[in-house]
């Protein structure tokens, strides 16, 4: 018998979901959070302010970032 091995895929997550919203993984974080309803410019920008994180890409959150984001 020949048994063939598991190919393994590699996972592609292309939203991260915060607030009941996906947002987008290729955007900076200030500009992904506008796509939950009721969240701008000002907003996004006080919400980085208070949680003392760094406005990158969505993609680059660590799995601790992402749950201090929610």
Known sequence: MNFLAPQVRELSIEFARVGG???PN??????????IHGIGRSRDRKILC???MDNKVTKDLSKEDLITLR
């Open 21 to 23: 919203v996906e947002i």
């Open 26 to 35: 290729n955007k900076r974080i200030e500009f992904s959070l506008q796509y």
């Open 50 to 52: 208070d949680i003392s």
